[in-house]
């Protein structure tokens, strides 16, 4: 079936460590997206790309960065200057154009 | 500004009875609308869509969803609530016509059902 596969499910950070969560979908779709998922703050967009090679800063894209050199994949990674790094991470992947996001399962990240 | 608001945080509703939740937005245009689901740790499903046409939409597991341009709102609804439909509500909206643009999304509402 297709579908977005995250990993991992949990991921732990140490102080001054970058980490990077993977987002991989077979679903054809031409854009992705990453979201951060607080409780209560529902879900802020941080990156997403349109195309291949190509990628916008969302509203919290500080401490934050990606890559898309394949259509189907577009890791993120949470780096040292990102100082509050815990919470849920979302990617999503859409058709052109506004339509509906499918979602993965999420990552969960927390400081050591 | 654009922006998403979903009045209520927490609802709890007793099985059986119905169920409204409320949406509301700023946009400048007409936009696309959408009412997402999300269990514990999981994420997010697609409930429903609002495009153009019929301003009452249907969605998957007996929701549905009316579009009224004149209170910028999106209200989802559903007539008889079981207990698996406890979880978190997300309302989202996104422009018409514009490529690859993100979604803006409300903060959500977190419905319980009791027995």
């Known amino acids: 079936d297709g579908g977005i596969t995250q990993s991992p499910k949990y991921l732990f950070r140490k102080e001054g460590q970058n980490v990077t969560l993977s987002c991989e979908q077979n679903l054809n779709h031409d854009a992705m997206y990453w979201y951060r998922q607080d409780p209560g703050q529902g879900l802020r967009l941080i990156y997403y790309s349109q195309i291949v090679n190509d990628f916008q800063k969302g509203d919290i894209a500080e401490g934050y960065s990606v890559s898309r050199e394949k259509k189907e994949s577009f890791p993120l990674t949470v780096t040292s200057a990102q100082k509050n790094p815990t919470a849920f991470y979302l990617c999503a992947s859409s058709y052109k154009g506004v339509q509906p996001q499918h979602f993965g399962d999420g990552t969960r990240l927390s400081i050591l | 500004a654009q922006s998403v608001t979903q009045p209520d945080i927490h609802i709890t509703v007793s099985e059986g009875a119905s169920l409204e939740l409320r949406c509301n937005y700023s946009?400048?245009?007409?936009?696309?609308l959408f009412w997402y689901v999300q269990s514990p740790g999981q994420g997010l499903q697609l409930l429903l869509k609002y495009f153009s046409g019929d301003t009452l939409v249907q969605g998957i597991k007996g929701f549905e969803a009316e579009f009224k341009r004149s209170q910028s709102s999106f209200n989802l609804r559903k007539p008889s609530v079981h207990w698996s439909d406890a979880a978190e509500y997300f309302c989202a909206v996104g422009p018409q016509g514009q490529a690859g643009t993100a979604l803006i999304f409300g903060k959500g509402t977190t419905l319980s059902v009791s027995s």
């Open positions: 946009y400048g245009a007409t936009p696309y």
